[in-house]
């Protein structure tokens, strides 16, 4: 079975800092992992996603994500945090029978 | 496009009322999910289609929770005789295909369907 655990329910940074979110999943098969986003009363949007082949992905927004197998982690990071980045986060692995699952989310607030 | 549409955006029911929300996919896009968002629990699956079957429905919470879809198409999720702890966002998402391919199952999810329940 798939699961999916994200380190830290809130997140603070300063407008123009690092933004690192963690993430690390579990999974007996090689797993579709994504990060999808929730603006303040929006629906979910993907940012990135990883299925095979280069291990960094570039998403929207200047976020980009590293899949590492012997860590089994996907931690998503952004060099230069924006006010407009302000959102809840959510990792989330794909499962062998086709349904997300997903992370219990991280709220990021970005400080001017 | 059009994305994924939802109906209604909000309800409002008393308790022990049915409900019925409505979805309406990204056309083409063979697998349609339904989640729910709450407070105490995240988001959770709740059943998929695959064309009109489907194939998993570990996640429906009750007896009280089924779903249909006709013509490959439109959804709906029907919640009878509705509790207090129903009340959440309900999340449609659609993606072309189930599984693999390069997409890789990328989901694209409707604005929800706010459900409370009083």
């Known amino acids: 079975a798939q699961s999916v655990t994200q380190l830290g329910s809130h997140v603070s940074v300063s407008e123009g800092a690092l933004v690192l979110l963690r993430c690390n999943y579990s999974?007996?098969?090689?797993?579709?992992l994504f990060w999808y986003v929730q603006y303040p009363n929006q629906g979910l949007q993907l940012l990135l996603k990883y299925t095979t082949g280069a291990t960094l992905v570039k998403g929207i927004n200047g976020f980009e994500a590293e899949f590492k197998k012997s860590e089994t982690s996907f931690h998503l990071t952004k060099p230069s945090a924006h006010m407009s980045d302000a959102a809840e986060y959510f990792c989330?692995?794909?499962?062998?029978?086709?349904?997300?699952?997903f992370g219990q989310g991280t709220t990021l607030q970005v400080k001017p | 496009g059009a994305g994924v549409s939802q109906s209604p955006s909000n309800k409002v029911t008393e308790k022990g009322k049915d409900v019925e929300l409505r979805c309406d996919p990204i056309?083409?896009?063979?697998?349609l999910y339904w989640y729910r968002q709450s407070l105490g629990q995240g988001l959770e699956f709740l059943i998929y289609?695959?064309?009109?079957?489907?194939?998993?429905k570990s996640g429906l919470p009750s007896d009280r929770f089924s779903a249909e879809r006709t013509g490959g198409s439109v959804s709906t999720l029907t919640i009878q005789r509705t509790q207090q702890e129903d009340s959440a966002v309900y999340l449609c998402a659609s993606s072309l295909v189930a599984l693999g391919g390069p997409s890789g199952n990328e989901q694209y999810f409707g604005p929800g369907t706010r459900l409370t329940v009083t």
């Open positions: 289609f695959q064309g009109n079957s489907a194939p998993d």
């Open positions: 999974s007996s098969v090689p797993p579709y």
């Open positions: 056309s083409g896009h063979t697998a």
């Open positions: 989330v692995v794909s499962s062998n029978t086709g349904k997300l699952i």
